[in-house]
């Protein structure tokens, strides 16, 4: 029976770049199909799709990375291992993005922003006001509906013609005379995208691995934390000497570990409900494997607290009224790029020759005493080059999100969601033009970069 109307779950093929998409290759788009035409054969016999764009990772920097893609003009494929956009916003539940103001002036705008105020705005919720200069840092965050975020982006992603294809991921690739075969696997399917860029937003960097070109990984890594929310708690019952006394013996009796309480003050902790206060130290989304341990151990610590806090007065009807489905990973890998940003660029604001955006958050290091952020100096507005987002000696690959080339210090306040959105923009940007251009990206001229941002409301460094 056909259809006029599309529907996620038929799977039905589509068109990219004038090669048939077939049903079982997972990619869904916004056209619809009314019939499923048969797959291109390549020379080997497998399932071949075209594409200009091919974006590995739809998390804060991919699935913008793909929108300016594709609304530059780009065939633009995401391959996301989860069940939709949005990475830490969305399934890691860190619905508080920012920072995208620093020092009372907007200093990240574009696709992201378009996005997160989309998503206060339909939720009801306000912004803060970003005219004054906060105190603390966080009180710029913008508190939004993380799944409503998620909509939107995907929205977005269909609207620009983003061809979209969850629970996938990366099998292997090869370089050719003008781009990439990569093999795609997952539930059922099995395929190959030949394109001529590809955008690495895997958090990890990944596909650069694969490629052949250098990572660097820190022996000791920050902790990871699984956001949840705790009700049921009666405030005006809790007794900050009582409960930190217990919380003293239950770390000492085993009943919990170091880091169910980042900071350790557990009064602190029930007051805020939980969220965003745990520290599962090895976190590590490299592999199934470690992203599956990450994910054990941050519902291991939710359980130990739970019953802990149910025998405080005052928790006694303490419940899970929220917990996200996976633990949320600060750190991995990064690239070895074509520049490094370090942390005297970073808190120092040094202005490269080819910034293409802003990045603002102190720096924020996470260890086993919890976080202790240090603020930038008054009137500084960090940037970040283009040659951080391109890995040594490579040709058609550029990374965005937290996998840049950086230290790690300068990498713990580049990592925050507004800094990857950016990147992200830019990374699609640049990735576009050397399609239409037929160069690398490393040869893509900055000037180019920067006009075509400006054309999609993206704040150039040195125009604030």
């Avoid at 539940?93 to 996005?115: N, T």
């Avoid at 494997?289 to 990450?294: E, F, I, P, V, Y």
């Amino acid at each position: 029976m056909k259809s006029s109307k599309f529907d996620r779950r038929s799977f039905l093929g589509k068109t990219v770049a004038g090669t048939a998409v077939i049903a079982a290759s997972g990619l869904v788009s916004r056209v619809d199909a009314e019939v499923t035409p048969e797959p291109m054969k390549g020379e080997s016999g497998e399932n071949i799709i075209r594409a200009d764009v091919l974006v590995v990772g739809g998390g804060s920097a991919g699935h913008v990375a793909a929108i300016q893609a594709a609304r530059a003009g780009a065939s633009t494929i995401v391959v996301e291992r989860n069940s939709q956009l949005g990475g830490t916003t969305t399934t890691a539940g860190v619905s508080f993005p920012g920072l995208y103001h620093a020092w009372g002036k907007q200093i990240i705008a574009g696709i992201g922003w378009e996005l997160v105020t989309q998503a206060v705005e339909l939720n009801g919720g306000t912004l803060p006001d970003f005219t004054q200069v906060p105190d603390k840092h966080w009180e710029h965050q913008v508190f939004l509906n993380g799944q409503l975020y998620a909509l939107l982006a995907e929205d977005a992603c269909l609207e620009a013609g983003v061809s979209l294809a969850y629970y996938q991921f990366v099998h292997k690739l090869r370089s050719t005379d003008d781009g990439w075969l990569v093999d795609i696997m997952g539930q059922g399917v099995e395929y190959t995208i030949a394109c001529k860029q590809i955008i690495d937003c895997t958090g990890g960097a990944e596909v650069v691995a694969m490629a052949g070109f250098e990572r660097v990984r820190s022996d000791i890594r920050q902790p990871g934390t699984l956001m949840f929310k705790i009700g049921g708690i009666e405030r005006k019952k809790l007794d900050k000497a009582v409960i930190q006394k217990e919380y003293q013996k239950a770390i000492a009796d085993g009943r919990l570990i170091k880091g169910d309480c980042a900071n350790g003050n557990m009064h602190s902790f029930l007051l805020g409900s939980g969220a965003n206060n745990n520290h599962i130290f090895g976190a590590d989304s490299a592999t199934a494997g470690t992203q599956t341990q990450a994910n054990l151990a941050g519902r291991k610590s939710l359980m130990r607290l739970l019953k802990f806090i149910r025998k405080l007065p005052g928790g006694e009807n303490a419940k899970i009224e929220k917990m996200m489905t996976e633990t949320g990973v600060r750190e991995t890998s990064r690239i070895v790029g074509e520049t490094t940003l370090t942390v005297n660029d970073y808190t120092s604001g040094r202005m490269f020759d080819d910034a293409v955006c802003y990045s603002f958050y102190p720096i924020d290091v996470h260890d086993e005493h919890g976080v202790k952020p240090e603020p930038l100096d008054p009137g500084t507005f960090p940037t970040i080059p283009l040659g951080a987002l391109i890995p040594k000696k490579s040709r058609n690959i550029i990374v965005a999100g937290r996998c840049l080339a950086s230290d790690r210090l300068a990498n713990s306040a580049a990592r925050i969601q507004a800094s990857c959105m950016a990147m992200g923009q830019a990374a699609g940007v640049t990735a576009a033009l050397a399609v239409k251009k037929g160069c690398t990206p490393l040869d893509v001229p900055i000037a180019d970069i920067r006009n075509l941002l400006r054309e999609h409301s993206a704040i150039i460094p040195g125009e604030i």
